[in-house]
Nanobody, 113 residues
Framework: QVQLVESGGGLVQPGGSLRLSCAAS????????MGWYRQSPGKPRELVAT???????NYADSVKGRFTISRDNAKSTVYLQMNSLRLEDTAVYYC???????WGQGTLVTVSS
């Protein structure tokens, strides 16, 4: 089964930027739709963005214009560029391949001054 490992989380000030990466092992490349989700304590996990193999993307309204999802199919890696971060973006971010029910372990993003 594919293994997903997120990285790039950390502490950032409001208005700052982070770039998350999710590397997939067990496959060379993926035709699957991949996505980023996030979860904060007391809240359900929510979809942040998805990207298809051909690069077509979808975003949650809350992140449109601020976040950009991308993928490198040759590296089996998906990225989430997060700009103009807000306090409410604080969460554990998970990458996902829905059709495989594959999840990473999550990477914590903390937006705080």
């Amino acid at each position: 089964q594919v293994q997903l490992v997120e990285s790039g989380g950390g502490l950032v000030q409001p208005g700052g930027s982070l770039r998350l990466s999710c590397a997939a092992s067990g496959i060379v490349s993926s035709p699957y739709i991949m996505g980023w989700y996030r979860q904060s304590p007391g809240k359900p996990r929510e979809l942040v963005a998805t990207i298809a193999y051909n690069g077509r993307t979808n975003y949650a309204d809350s992140v449109k214009g601020r976040f950009t999802i991308s993928r490198d199919n040759a590296k089996s890696t998906v990225y989430l560029q997060m700009n103009s971060l807000r306090l409410e973006d604080t969460a554990v971010y998970y990458c996902n391949i829905r059709s495989l029910d594959a999840w990473g372990q999550g990477t914590l993003v903390t937006v705080s001054s």
